[in-house]
């Protein structure tokens, strides 16, 4: 099984920047299986959405929305990914959800409220 856990959201004024991290943990069997990694956003009243994905060997891809203000990274040896985001507006107002993806199993994480006030 995997862990994950997010941390880094918080209260931020419009034109602020965060960065989220997710780490990882759990068996080092499923570890070494995860072949990509996400943010995804829930606002309320709203679906999940998307908002960056990394995938083991490919380019990341991100949310028209987010495109140009985020930056996804990770960091292998502490099983962490990141998401940088700038230029945060009060659009981006969401619970933040981190998902990691085996070849076994999907896992989310229990997500991290980011809060832009304009």
């Known amino acids: 099984q995997v862990q994950v856990a997010e941390s880094g959201g918080g209260l931020v004024q419009a034109g602020g920047s965060l960065r989220l991290s997710c780490a990882a943990s759990g068996s080092f069997f499923y570890l070494t299986r995860i072949s990509a990694t996400g943010w995804y956003r829930q606002a309320p009243g709203k679906e999940r959405e998307l908002v960056a994905r990394?995938?083991?060997?490919?380019?990341?891809n991100y949310a028209d929305s987010v495109k140009g203000r985020s930056t996804i990274s990770r960091d292998d040896t502490k099983n962490t990914v990141y998401l940088q985001m700038n230029s945060l507006k009060p659009e981006d107002t969401a619970v933040y959800y981190c998902q990691v993806v085996t070849t076994i199993g999907t896992y989310w994480g229990q997500g991290t409220q980011v809060t832009v006030s304009s």
């Open positions: 990394n995938t083991r060997g490919g380019p990341p």
